[in-house]
Structure formats: structure tokens, C-alpha cells
T-cell receptor, first 112, second 114 residues
């Protein structure tokens, strides 16, 4: 079946690294995505990784993919207060015609 | 270039009415997907259109429908509104290459049914 799970809450100190984890069930995923949502706003695409990759780095963001365990993580280096938001993991399925399956979202709180 | 534009941003409707929401994708993008976001159910896929054809549909009742025009703009319609239809409706635009690629979302339309 199609299911994506994330922990619901993460609290970090400003300047530390944040790691948000996600697990998915469908092995036919082609792309895996991380989106950010701030209060009252839509979804902002942060980064994505193709399913045949292990890692992708984009400035402060590092995505790690363990396809065997169906585990995805997003690491934010030097976390800032502006990073406080809800982060959604999503999987795109092979043949899914751009249908994305989203996790429930992880609320990241950054405190001084 | 301009992002995904959804109109209106906010809408209040009465139970039993119908509503039409609009989405203009990024110029050159031909795929438009719609999602419903609620606190209880999270983000759920409604349907996806490409070149005026619905290619995929989520698990929603027939009261939810959509269409896409030749300029790729899309509309979704909800008839006989229920209180539970109150949600943020998001559309996503993709430059579809036959596989899942980057999907860019609009700001959403917040629908409140009273």
C-alpha cells in the first residue's frame, strides 16, 4: 500500500543541525521529495532525490535515502529560526502521473 | 517566471452550495494536480490533469470534479458542499516528462463551509 510516515515534532537549538526522518512503504517510488510549509502558506519544494541515489546535498540541506529500509532523511545544517515550519516528506510513484503521497508533516521548532 | 497562481485565496460558502476554484500553472507546465489539506487527514491527492485529460484520480466522492483547459489552466468544482469540505485546496504544476518530476505548489485556496 501507499503510506508515508514521519515523526510529528522536532525541537532544536538555533545553530544546531536538524534531522527529520521519513519512512515509506511503496518500493515503486521514483522520486522522494521534501516540502516546507510556513503558516498560512502553500508548499515550498525544498529538494528531491531520485530513487536510485543515496545522497543529495544542496547548500544547508542533505538528503539521505536508504532504499533497502525505505527510509529518507532531511538534514538541515546550522538551523535558523527562519527554518521553523512544517516539513513534509512525499513519494512519487512509478506510473503515478505526478500523484504524490505525503506524510503527516514534522513540525520543526527552532529556539534560541 | 511567475509561479502557480490559485484564485481565490479565501472563500466562505454555505452547506449545499457549490464552488469552483482556479489554478494557473507555471508557464510551459502541462500537468496540474489538486490536493486537499485538512488537519485530520493531511494532504490528500484529488486528481491530476495533463493536456486536458484526467490521468489519475484520488479517493474522493463524485462531488469533487475538475477540468483542464487548452492553456493548461485548471479548475476544480465541489458540488453540494459539506462542512467536512472545509480545507486548504492546493494545486501543483509540473513540467511533465512522463515520470514524476518537480511539482511546484500554489499558495492554496482556503475554503470554509458554514
Amino acid at each position: 500500500g501507499e503510506d508515508v510516515e514521519q515523526s510529528l515534532f522536532l525541537s532544536v537549538r538555533e545553530g544546531d543541525s536538524s534531522v527529520i526522518n521519513c519512512t515509506y512503504t511503496d518500493s515503486s517510488s521514483t522520486y522522494l521529495y521534501w516540502y516546507k510549509q510556513e503558516p498560512g502558506a502553500g508548499l515550498q519544494l525544498l529538494t528531491y532525490i531520485f530513487s536510485n541515489m543515496d545522497m543529495k546535498q544542496d547548500q544547508r540541506l542533505t538528503v539521505l535515502l536508504n532504499k533497502k529500509d525505505k527510509h529518507l532523511s532531511l538534514r538541515i545544517a546550522d538551523t535558523q529560526t527562519g527554518d521553523s515550519a512544517i516539513y513534509f516528506c512525499a513519494e512519487g510513484l512509478s506510473g503515478g502521473y505526478n500523484k504524490l503521497i505525503f506524510g503527516a508533516g514534522t513540525r520543526l521548532a527552532v529556539h534560541p | 517566471k511567475a509561479g502557480v497562481t490559485q484564485t481565490p485565496r479565501y472563500l466562505i460558502k454555505t452547506r449545499g452550495q457549490q464552488v469552483t476554484l482556479s489554478c494557473s500553472p507555471i508557464s510551459g507546465h502541462r500537468s496540474v494536480s489538486w490536493y486537499q489539506q485538512t488537519p485530520g487527514q493531511g494532504l490528500q491527492f484529488l486528481f491530476e490533469y495533463f493536456s486536458e485529460t484526467q490521468r489519475n484520480k484520488g479517493n474522493f466522492p463524485g462531488r469533487f470534479s475538475g477540468r483542464q483547459f487548452s492553456n493548461s489552466r485548471s479548475e476544480m468544482n465541489v458540488s453540494t458542499l459539506e462542512l467536512g469540505d472545509s480545507a486548504l485546496y492546493l494545486c501543483a504544476s509540473s513540467n511533465d516528462g512522463g515520470l514524476n518530476t518537480e511539482a511546484f505548489f500554489g499558495q492554496g485556496t482556503r475554503l470554509t463551509v458554514v
